[in-house]
């Protein structure tokens, strides 16, 4: 028993950090989705938690789901047109408007959604 | 570096997947009077119910709670001390005993603008007009984007109200197709680090919503110039919100009445035309 005890508080702390890592990650992926001089994606699609949206595009939620192939979902946000040519999305990878390290938050965050 | 060919090739592509008919010939060449057709057609078809003179409102046509607003603010038009000024400057005589109606007639003229004027080999707006006017009758030129300029646009564009918009692209001078081709080329061209063509928030997308704006359709928008912006805080031109517009997109804008607007204007405003004139009109 307190062998187990011993092991269930090794575990917890073992992946405390890389929980609390990727929480950071995911709460700095929606503060530069949100943000209006960065990833602006509410004026354009709802997305839980935000408000005010546009309805410009689809809304963001299931995006697991929809996107089981995460790199796919990253390249639709470095660059949307690739795969809609007339899409109005600005290509936030490819026009350098979010460095790709923003956009790597922002698509922990949308696998949030 | 992209070449010519590809951009008008893309230009070609965005209008189609935008407007489905791609109102361009065979071999590639507008027609202007079947792109009129198809443009307005396209917006009737967004927009059913729409009477048609609702779309000289732009997007107060469309956004009930903006229009209750935009009503409430058209009690006391912000823009008539502007009338009220240019009717000064209509006149007042230059120093040379000349005046605008030596060089206009009459002040309700906005109707006959944007036009191709033969003789220049340009597209002359009426603000060019205007300057071209002060400059024969040895008169400083005004700066384009507001001030003095604004005041005497709105004097003739509130003589104008009524008159329909008829812009005419000329068959006989293959320089007014080019120049209407060059404006309607900037419209589909996607530019700035955001990369949207005015198209994308005016074609497709009209009567969306961007955040909270509320896009108004590319039909209409050339009816109520100068406009008194609310954001501005004061009344300005056409090219002022050409340059607002251009700069939303991280784009770098062209110079206020330069080739690039003017040729903008000739297609902008043509999209418009069968519109009454409606300016100065006030907006968000």
Not at chain 2, 255 to 264: D, M, P, V
């Amino acid at each position: 028993m307190k062998g187990f005890r011993l092991l269930f508080v090794t575990v917890c702390v073992g992946f405390a950090p890389l929980a609390q890592a990727d929480d950071q990650m995911v709460e700095e992926g929606r503060k530069i989705a949100f943000d209006v001089k960065k990833g602006n994606c509410l004026s354009c699609h709802n997305i839980p938690g935000g408000q005010a949206s546009g309805n410009i595009s689809v809304p963001l939620v299931a995006m697991q789901m929809r996107f089981p192939d995460k790199e796919v979902l990253r390249q639709n946000v470095w660059n949307q047109p690739q795969f809609r040519p007339h899409a109005m999305m600005p290509p936030f990878g490819k026009h350098q408007i979010l460095t790709e390290e923003e956009i790597d938050k922002i698509v922990e965050f949308l696998y949030t959604l | 570096m992209i070449s010519r060919k590809a951009l008008a090739c893309s230009v070609c592509l965005l209008f189609a997947g935008l407007v489905v008919n791609a109102n361009v010939g065979a071999d590639g060449e507008v027609d202007p009077d079947k792109d009129l057709e198809g443009i307005q057609q396209f917006f009737k078809n967004k927009f059913p119910d729409l009477p048609w003179e609702e779309f000289a409102n732009g997007s107060y046509a469309l956004d009930p709670a903006w229009r209750a607003n935009w009503e409430l603010i058209e009690e006391f038009p912000p823009y008539e001390v502007a009338i009220a000024n240019g009717e000064e400057m209509w006149n007042t005589p230059f120093a040379n005993g000349k005046s605008y109606a030596d060089c206009f007639g009459e002040p309700g003229v906005q109707h006959h603008y944007p036009r191709w004027d033969r003789d220049q080999g340009q597209v002359l707006t009426l603000a060019l007009a205007i300057n071209q006017c002060r400059e024969a009758n040895g008169e400083e030129p005004l700066k384009y984007k507001k001030g003095a300029i604004v005041d005497i646009l709105a004097y003739m564009a509130y003589e104008s109200r009524g008159q329909i918009i008829n812009v005419v692209v000329p068959e006989d001078d293959p320089r007014a197709l080019e120049a209407y081709k060059k404006g309607r080329e900037f419209y589909f061209t996607r530019r700035g680090q955001l990369n949207f063509a005015c198209a994308h928030c005016h074609f497709s997308m009209a009567g969306r919503k961007l955040r909270t704006e509320s896009l108004s359709p590319a039909l209409g928008q050339a009816t109520g110039w100068p406009v008194y912006r609310s954001k501005w805080g004061a009344i300005g031109t056409l090219h002022r919100r050409y340059t607002g517009c251009n700069k939303q997109v991280r784009a770098k804008p062209f110079k206020a009445q330069g080739e690039e607007y003017r040729n903008l204007e000739y297609f902008h405003t043509r999209m418009s035309n069968g519109l009454p004139l409606n300016g100065p009109a006030a907006r968000k």
